[in-house]
Each structure stands twice: as structure tokens, then as C-alpha cells.
């Protein structure tokens, strides 16, 4: 996903000069003492959201699976925080296993997570240390993740990711993802025909992309020209900035005015978007829509691009994620936000963690309707979900399904904060009638378990 991969191969200059050596922490299993939470259901199970008894005691046997004892299940947490400094998906890890294991874990079992941490560009590295330790992957993602597919795919290791980037990851074999996207189509179909048809169809035709220059980005580039077109659209300008920076956004500005963009996809870091419009208000220009993408969904991107917001439209789209703004009217939001001031005061409540308590909800639920905790049971469990919504944190995803999902929720960045945009939404916070785009291009494939030489019959 553009979070995950254009926020970090953006600086991958940066990162070839060198990096510490720290691969894993030690195991963190939240409060060693289990005291079952108030019942929402299923006994003395504690439940989330609309879900009913995610977690809770029970009596575990000793277990031959690896990962798997008497007394816990260790799983993997993919993260980029060693180059990033983003502690996402660590701190979702801490809190929901916290909270989980505070209920009685899976059914008596605790979860502990061991952060992996590729620190980018050493994700092949942690997989395989994950491969020989844990049980599975939860709630984690790297931006360059295909890195690791294909051993992930060796050692038959399940993954249950926030968030998953590359091409070969996406819809990749034994990867339960809890929504979007989805192998082979264009993602943000619904979005933009929102943006190019009804919000602004005068910007049509004059669409401008601007990405950073690395083989990925570029990538990504081509994908949203075609799909622009293949909508209805047409991508009139397009230039590259370079990874390590720019000191000096103005002529990047005055060529988008030059050319009459009046819709900008940007495919960056959102620190050099903020800069960008920040440039192009100096110069008195306002494209109708910047898609700033959900990488620049949270209070650092309003901070940088400052008064510009008062000028520029800037739209993201999460995924049929419930906006965190939504709390209010959100159980499943709020119940994260309170679970974070109890286990983790202080750190901020993200659009990746909202992904990543999805993610660790799926593998949860899936894991206590176990009798026998294995890794084929758990999968299985999990990719017969046919409207997972993660307890109300998403809307419904159906994970059985080759297509993607047809809602999409919208949020719109002003000076007054981040807030849902008026696009519509016709069920609940959701939009749901987007058209399916399938890309022409051969933009590559997911890795299967017959590329390694496996087959589903192989998962124990």
C-alpha cells in the first residue's frame, strides 16, 4: 500500500549509508496476571466492538506447532520502524495483546509478539528468522515486503498483515488480509471516480502525477496513468522529484500552473507534499484535488503544510477504514483510543493501528474457534470470512473474494483538522458503488506456493 512504500523508498538513499544491527525484540506478552474483562459475550470472553468473545481463558495442552506451548503463542510483527522511527504497528501489537492477554488470552493462551524489525530494506532477513520462531505474522507490514515473500511461502509461514505494499506480497499465498487491496486492480477505483465524475469533472482531463524517482514509485506512477484513463480521465502531466529531496519546490509548482493541472496525484513522502503546496500557494495556484494519499493522514501533515490548507483541497482514501474522527459515533474507534490510554498513554492512535488491531482481530477470532491451534486451522478460519469488519472498525470485506471491495471512505484535510469529506456515503460512513478497474499493464504478479514448489495441502 502507498503508506507503507512511498513514505520509505523515498529516503532509501538515506538508508544505504548503514544501520544498526538490532533485529528482534524479546517478547513482549503484555500483563503477565489474566483477569477476565467484562463479558460482551461468548461467557466470560471479552468481546470487541459488534464482536463477541475475541479473547479469554481456557485450557491450553502443550503443543508440538511451532510458536505454540502451553502457555503462549508467539507471533512476528513485521515493522520498518528501525529506519522509519514509526512505532504503528509495535504499539497496536503491545496494546491489543495487552488486552487480550489481561481477558485470558487465546483460550488461556497468551500472545506475544516479537517485533521484526527489517529496518526497510532487511525484510527477507526477519522473515526468516520469523520462520523459525513464530507462528505466524500478525498485524505488522514493511514496505518492501515482497522481499521475504517468497520464504514466507518456504516455511508455510501464515500472515495476517496491517498492511501489505509490493506487488508480489499483495494477494500473495497464505496472506490473510483483512481488507484491500486486492492482486491486480486499481484500488482507489470508487475515489476517483468520485473525484474525476461527480466532485470535480472539470479536472478530468488535466490530471498531473508527481512521484518520487525510485524503480517503486515509478511504478506506481504508471499504474494510476493508466487507471486514470482506464476512468474516464486522462493524465496530462507527470514529473519525478528526487528521493533524497528537493531544496526548492517552486518550479515544480509553476509547472503544474503552466500546464493547467488541475488534479494532482502525488506519490511521496507527505513532509515534500506539504512543501509542494506550500509552493504553490506562494505562486497563487489551487488544483481543484491533491490526493495526498493516506500517508498523509494525521496531525504531522496538517502541522507542516500549515496555512496551505486554507488554500489547497487535499483528499485521502483508507480503505473503507472508519475515520478516526469518527469515534464519537464509533464504538469500535473509541474502544482502541481507551485501550491505548490504559496500556499505552501517550502514543498516539493512527490510521495503521486501526489497520493493525483489523488485522489482529482476524487472526484472534480465527485462532479461539481452534480446538487444535495449528497453522492450517487458524488460516482457514480466517480466509472463510465473507463480511469481516473488524468488530466496526472497517466496513465489511470479504475475504473469499478475487475482486475488490466496492466501499471506500474519504477524508478531506482543512485548517480546522482532518475531517470526512462529502462524498456521500450511503452506508453508514461508507461509499459503496465503486466501479472495478483491472490493469491492462504487466505491473507483475503475487508469489504463490507453486513458485516455491508448495501447496496448501502442505500447511499442518
Known sequence: MRRLLIGAVTATAILLTGCSTRSGDAPSTGNPGKTSSTAQGGGARSGFGTLKGVCGPGTAKPSSVQGVTADKIQVGVLSDIGFTKNSDFVDAAKVFTSW????????????????????????????????KADFALVGGGAALDSLGVQDRLKCLLPNFPAQSSQIGAIGSDLQALASGPTAGYFQYAGYYSWLLKDKYPDSAQKVGIIAGDSPVTKALAAQFKEAVAGLGGKASYSDLYPTAGVSDWTPYAQSIKKEGVKGLVFLGDFPSLAKLEQALTNIGYTPDWIDANSNAYGPAFLSLAGPALAKQH?????????????????????????????????KQVTYPVLRAFS????????????????????????????DWAAGGLQAPFDLTSKTPPKCYSIVEATSKGWQAADFKPDQGAYRCDAPTYKYKGNYGAPATLASVGKSLSDLK
Open 100 to 131: 487480550c492477554n489481561d481477558a485470558g488470552g487465546i483460550n488461556g493462551r497468551d500472545l506475544a509478539p516479537v517485533t521484526r524489525d527489517t529496518k526497510l530494506m532487511e525484510a527477507r532477513q526477519r522473515v526468516l528468522e520469523a520462520c
Open 314 to 346: 487535499n483528499y485521502a482514501e483508507l480503505f473503507a477504514t472508519a475515520p478516526l474522527e469518527s469515534a464519537a459515533d464509533n464504538p469500535a474507534v473509541q474502544q482502541v483510543i481507551d485501550l491505548f490510554k490504559k496500556y499505552a498513554p501517550g
Open 359 to 386: 488485522a489482529w482481530l482476524l487472526f484472534a477470532t480465527s485462532a479461539h474457534d481452534c480446538a487444535n491451534l495449528t497453522r492450517k486451522c487458524v488460516y482457514d478460519n480466517a480466509m472463510k470470512n465473507t
